[in-house]
C-alpha cells in the first residue's frame, strides 16, 4: 500500500495508543530500587520495637511494612502498563493501572492509619516500659533511609503539563507514602526523646496516634484524587474551557464535550459541534493542535436543526 493509499490514522494526536507517562520507565527503575531499600529497613523497625517495647518504632515499623506492600503495588503497576500498553484489549490503552494500583495503596494507608491508633489508644490504657536509649538511633536510621526513598521518588515534573498538575499519580502515592512514613519517624524521635529525657511515658503512644491521624489525612488525600481518575471526573476544567472555546471559535456551538484522563499527561475529549455552515471535521481537528496534555479525540459535527443527530461528519484523532 502506497502512502497515498494508506488511510488517515485513527488517532492522529499520536501515533500509538501508549498513554503512559513520560517517565514511565525511569520511575519503574526507581520504584524497584526503593522497594528493597524499604523491605530492608522493615526487617530492622520490626525487630528494633519489639526489643525495646517502643510503640513509636513499631508504629514506624508498621507504616514501613505498609509501603513495602505499597511499592510492590506501585512497581507492579508501571510493569503490567508497559507490558500490555499495545494491547489492543483496553481500549484507551494501559494509563489508568497507575490510577488504580494508587487507589490500592490509598486504601494500605487507611488500614495502616487504623492499626496504629487501634495498637496507640491500648499503649495509652496499659503503659509498658520502653528502651528509650535502644530505640532511638533505630527510629534515626528508619528517618534517614525515608528521606532517601523520598529523594530517589521524587518527580521529575516532565511527565506532569499545565493540564495534567497531578502528573503520574502512581509516583505520586508512592511518595505520598514515604512521606508519611517519614512524618511517623519524626513523631517517634520526638516521643523517644520525651520519654528519655524529660520522663513523660504517655508521649510514645500520643504520638503514635498523632501519627496514625497523619496517615489517615494522607489516605483520605491519595483516595479522593485516584477515586477521581477512575470515575472519570473532569480532570481540567480548564482544559475544557479551552477545548470548548477553539471548538467554537467562528459562531458554532458545542452542544456536547467530555474530558477525562488516560494516563499522566493524557486526556481523551469527546466533542459534538453544531454549526449553521459546518465545516470537514479536520478542521475542528486543527483548532485543537498543541493543546498540552491532549491525546486521543473524538469530533462529531451536525448542520444547525438536524433531526436526531443526523452526521455531517464523524471521526476520531
Keep these: 500500500m502506497t502512502t497515498a493509499e494508506r488511510p488517515e490514522p485513527l ?41 525495646t517495647r517502643s510503640m513509636a518504632l513499631m508504629a514506624s515499623g508498621l507504616h514501613m511494612a505498609a509501603h513495602v506492600a505499597a511499592l510492590l503495588v506501585a512497581a507492579a503497576a508501571y510493569a503490567l502498563a508497559r507490558r500490555h ?14 490510577y488504580l494500583a494508587g487507589f490500592a495503596n490509598a486504601v494500605v494507608l487507611a488500614v495502616t492509619a487504623v492499626l496504629i491508633g487501634i495498637e496507640s489508644i491500648a499503649r495509652l490504657l496499659n ?13 534515626a536510621g528508619g528517618l534517614l533511609v525515608n528521606l532517601v526513598c523520598i529523594w530517589l ?4 515534573g516532565v511527565s506532569a503539563s499545565r493540564n495534567d498538575p497531578q502528573g503520574d499519580l502512581n509516583l505520586s502515592a508512592a511518595h505520598l507514602h514515604l512521606s508519611a512514613d517519614a512524618a511517623v519517624s519524626v513523631l517517634a524521635l520526638l516521643a523517644i526523646g520525651a520519654g528519655q529525657w524529660l520522663g513523660l511515658g504517655f508521649a510514645d503512644p500520643l504520638a503514635g496516634l498523632l501519627a496514625a491521624f497523619l496517615v489517615a489525612q494522607f489516605a483520605w488525600s ?11 471526573i473532569n480532570p481540567s476544567p480548564e482544559l475544557t474551557a479551552e477545548v470548548r472555546r477553539r471548538l467554537s471559535d467562528e459562531g458554532e456551538r458545542v452542544i456536547d464535550l467530555h474530558l477525562w484522563r488516560l494516563g499522566p499527561g493524557h486526556h ?10 459546518p465545516k470537514p471535521v479536520a478542521t475542528y481537528r486543527a483548532r485543537l493542535a498543541g493543546l498540552a496534555g491532549l491525546s486521543h479525540v473524538t ?8 433531526a436526531h443527530g443526523h452526521h455531517h461528519g464523524h471521526a476520531h484523532d
Design 85 to 98: 500498553a499495545d494491547n489492543p484489549a483496553f481500549s484507551f490503552g494501559t494509563g489508568k493501572i497507575g
Design 127 to 139: 503503659p509498658a516500659a520502653v528502651d528509650y536509649h535502644g530505640a532511638l538511633p533505630i527510629a
Design 153 to 156: 521518588l521524587k518527580p521529575t
Design 11 to 51: 488517532d492522529a494526536f499520536r501515533e500509538d495508543r501508549t498513554y503512559l507517562g513520560a517517565d514511565h520507565r525511569r520511575n519503574e527503575r526507581r520504584t524497584w530500587i526503593v522497594t528493597g531499600i524499604c523491605a530492608a529497613t522493615l526487617a530492622a523497625l520490626v525487630a528494633g520495637g519489639a526489643a
Design 268 to 277: 481523551a475529549v469527546i466533542a459534538v459541534i453544531a454549526a449553521a455552515d
Design 299 to 306: 469530533v462529531e459535527v451536525r448542520e444547525s436543526g438536524e
Design 222 to 232: 491519595l483516595l479522593r484524587k485516584a477515586g477521581a481518575a477512575l470515575v472519570d
